[in-house]
């Protein structure tokens, strides 16, 4: 997980959930769609937490990364966690981390997404949220 130098004050969103039959792919494994549907839940809660406000025309994503070198299986029991901050530049930085918690723990995913807020011409220091 990645770890912002700016501001060290983070937040912590998590979400577990058990994968069930619904959630395979052909393949037998979870589905990467599903798992970037629950990241995109907990994201959503952090920038409602971060900014008041859900609203992706005035809170775009600008950047984002993501990893999945492994993969669970019917059974396994799923933790995303997040950690989130604010950076002194009014960036929502958000660290993401995905882990199996079921016989043996293990890291299926990581990664980070940034949300820069579109600023008022009055306000530079102000999003344009309202």
Known sequence: MYYSEENNRYEQLTKKFTVSADNLNKDGVLAISKMLNEIVKLNDRAIKKAYGVL????????????????????????????????????????????????????TIGEGRFIYQPILTATNPNRPALA
Do not use: C, M, Q
């Open 55 to 106: 609203d992706y025309d005035k809170i775009p994503t600008t950047h984002y990364e993501f990893d999945f070198p492994e993969y669970a299986v019917l059974g396994d029991v799923i933790e995303i966690e997040t950690l989130f901050t604010i950076t002194k530049h009014n960036k929502l930085l958000i660290d993401t981390v995905v882990r199996t918690k079921t016989d043996i723990s293990k």
